[in-house]
């Protein structure tokens, strides 16, 4: 019901162009999180793109509001509302590579090129397009859609936490930015702080210091060891056979007194390790095969070796490997580590599945490190468990429907993912778009990108689901 009359109204050419030029009009706005100001949470940037989204919204003709600078919101009707739809205008730094002004959009080839077309802005002004088609088309309705347009996805989400304290949750929430079909199982996370302390030593050779990684979600490309008592002929008849089994590649120099060993990988999300290379795990393989001496440092590399060996991203080694069928396999990722002549500190990212809970993963992560002497700083808790909206749910299974009305794809199933989306804390909130399976947006990278034709799908699709959830 009301696809032919859904699709007559985004297939002309002319609203196409309205809708790659409002798309076009928050992405030229930087809005990248800065310091607060008065009224501003985020800074000016994420500031001046809520003001533009709600003058657009002002434009299309529903009603507007502004909580305190965190959220914007627009409303379709007055009616009871039964549908959130959540999206962000704050974006990540722009980087470097591009080969265009970020902030200055082009369409080319039928792409869409921007920093924001993908994340989020694209999306979100497709969903307010869809929402003016429901009242452009006289689709009856007994409730109302809100637009939430959030303005610290990238940093936080501190503002739904912020709006959520003052407003009640929808019935229904979803929010165009990530996958479709529609994401309705996300993993829990577990990343403790852990370490280990030891007495200097004067013992040859060593290793006297070691770090690695930047962030917690991210795989780390880079790793660097200083080594004393050591010369280069000592380290590089290991290295091509290190490199050949972890796929990392490494360089040695000298410097007084011994060497340092730099390992090269590559990164990754976290949620995904396998599709990157540890670099912190593959020097700690080369590591082992040095003949070091018995000491603390020494020591502790053995252990994190053994508990961490290369291409172990499932936590095996750690006993807290799991899965399920719902959700799928834990992930771990060795994401931070810093070594120096008395201890070490080091941080992990495990992505964990439905079936896991502190007695399978906690304790016994605690239990491993414990009986290497290595111990967890604080209580190193869990956080909140896997956000997961049952796939049999009316709502689910409506929105997998309107997809597949728009798309034909009728292998189309609910996924699972490692990630966290914005409605990870919402009850009953699932991710659903705007990104087309087999597609990459080039999310938080140079030349991010959607295709025209898939922004206007997506808006066949989140007008169905508003006429269907809503009517």
């Given at each position: 019901?009301?696809?032919?009359?859904?699709?007559?109204?985004?297939?002309?050419?002319?609203?196409?162009?309205?809708?790659?030029?409002?798309?076009?009009?928050?992405?030229?706005?930087?809005?990248v999180a800065e310091s607060p100001l008065p009224g501003k949470p985020f800074g000016e940037g994420p500031a001046m793109a809520l003001e533009e989204a709600l003058a657009l919204c002002g434009e299309m003709g529903f009603v507007t509001g502004n909580c305190d600078g965190y959220v914007g919101t627009a409303?379709?009707?007055?009616?009871?509302?039964?549908?959130?739809?959540?999206?962000?205008?704050?974006?990540?730094?722009?980087?470097?590579?591009?080969?265009?002004?970020?902030?200055?959009?082009?369409?080319?080839?039928?792409?869409?090129?921007?920093?924001?077309?993908?994340?989020?802005?694209?999306?979100?002004?497709?969903?307010?397009?869809?929402?003016?088609?429901?009242?452009?088309?006289?689709?009856?309705?007994?409730?109302?859609?809100?637009?939430?347009?959030?303005?610290?996805?990238?940093?936080?989400?501190?503002?739904?936490?912020?709006?959520?304290?003052?407003?009640?949750?929808?019935?229904?929430?979803?929010?165009?930015?990530?996958?479709?079909?529609?994401?309705?199982?996300?993993?829990?996370?577990?990343?403790?702080?852990?370490?280990?302390?030891?007495?200097?030593?004067?013992?040859?050779?060593?290793?006297?210091?070691?770090?690695?990684?930047?962030?917690?979600?991210?795989?780390?490309?880079?790793?660097?060891?200083?080594?004393?008592?050591?010369?280069?002929?000592?380290?590089?008849?290991?290295?091509?056979?290190?490199?050949?089994?972890?796929?990392?590649?490494?360089?040695?120099?000298?410097?007084?007194?011994?060497?340092?060993?730099?390992?090269?990988?590559?990164?990754?999300?976290?949620?995904?390790?396998?599709?990157?290379?540890?670099?912190?795990?593959?020097?700690?393989?080369?590591?082992?095969?040095?003949?070091?001496?018995?000491?603390?440092?020494?020591?502790?590399?053995?252990?994190?070796?053994?508990?961490?060996?290369?291409?172990?991203?499932?936590?095996?080694?750690?006993?807290?490997?799991?899965?399920?069928?719902?959700?799928?396999?834990?992930?771990?990722?060795?994401?931070?580590?810093?070594?120096?002549?008395?201890?070490?500190?080091?941080?992990?990212?495990?992505?964990?599945?439905?079936?896991?809970?502190?007695?399978?993963?906690?304790?016994?992560?605690?239990?491993?490190?414990?009986?290497?002497?290595?111990?967890?700083?604080?209580?190193?808790?869990?956080?909140?468990?896997?956000h997961h909206t049952s796939a049999d749910s009316p709502f689910v299974r409506t929105l997998l429907d309107c997809y597949i009305k728009y798309t034909g794809d009728t292998d189309a199933k609910p996924l699972a993912i490692g990630g966290g989306t914005y409605v990870h804390d919402i009850p009953g909130g699932v991710a659903f778009g705007c990104q087309m399976p087999g597609f990459d947006?080039?999310?938080?990278?140079?030349?991010?990108?959607?295709?025209?034709?898939?922004?206007?799908?997506?808006?066949?699709?989140?007008?169905?689901?508003?006429?269907?959830?809503?009517?």
């Open positions: 019901m009301y696809e032919e009359q859904i699709s007559a109204y985004f297939d002309d050419p002319a609203r196409q162009r309205e809708l790659v030029d409002a798309v076009c009009r928050l992405v030229s706005i930087r809005s409303d379709l009707n007055g009616l009871p509302t039964q549908l959130h739809i959540l999206g962000h205008l704050d974006v990540v730094g722009e980087g470097k590579g591009w080969d265009s002004d970020p902030y200055a959009p082009v369409e080319k080839d039928g792409l869409l090129i921007g920093r924001g077309v993908a994340d989020d802005k694209g999306p979100m002004v497709a969903a307010l397009f869809a929402m003016k088609a429901v009242r452009d088309l006289d689709i009856p309705l007994r409730y109302n859609v809100r637009a939430i347009l959030g303005t610290d996805e990238e940093s936080g989400s501190s503002d739904i936490a912020y709006y959520f304290a003052r407003n009640p949750y929808a019935p229904y929430t979803f929010s165009p930015d990530a996958d479709f079909p529609v994401i309705n199982i996300e993993k829990g996370h577990y990343h403790p702080d852990f370490g280990m302390k030891w007495a200097h030593s004067n013992a040859l050779p060593r290793v006297t210091a070691m770090t690695g990684g930047f962030r917690t979600n991210v795989v780390p490309p880079e790793a660097q060891a200083a080594l004393a008592g050591l010369t280069a002929g000592d380290v590089e008849p290991l290295l091509a056979a290190v490199s050949a089994e972890t796929g990392a590649a490494f360089t040695v120099k000298e410097r007084e007194g011994g060497v340092t060993v730099l390992a090269m990988g590559r990164n990754a999300h976290a949620s995904t390790p396998d599709e990157g290379c540890n670099a912190i795990t593959a020097l700690l393989a080369l590591l082992s095969r040095l003949p070091l001496a018995d000491c603390g440092s020494t020591r502790a590399l053995g252990a994190l070796h053994a508990l961490f060996p290369h291409g172990d991203n499932a936590g095996r080694a750690l006993g807290i490997a799991q899965s399920d069928e719902l959700s799928g396999a834990l992930t771990l990722n060795f994401a931070i580590l810093s070594l120096d002549e008395t201890g070490f500190t080091g941080k992990f990212d495990v992505r964990y599945p439905i079936c896991a809970d502190e007695n399978n993963c906690k304790k016994v992560c605690e239990a491993s490190f414990a009986r290497h002497g290595i111990a967890v700083a604080g209580d190193g808790e869990m956080a909140p468990g896997p947006p080039k999310m938080h990278g140079a030349n991010e990108r959607i295709p025209v034709a898939d922004l206007v799908t997506s808006c066949k699709i989140f007008a169905q689901a508003i006429a269907e959830l809503c009517g």
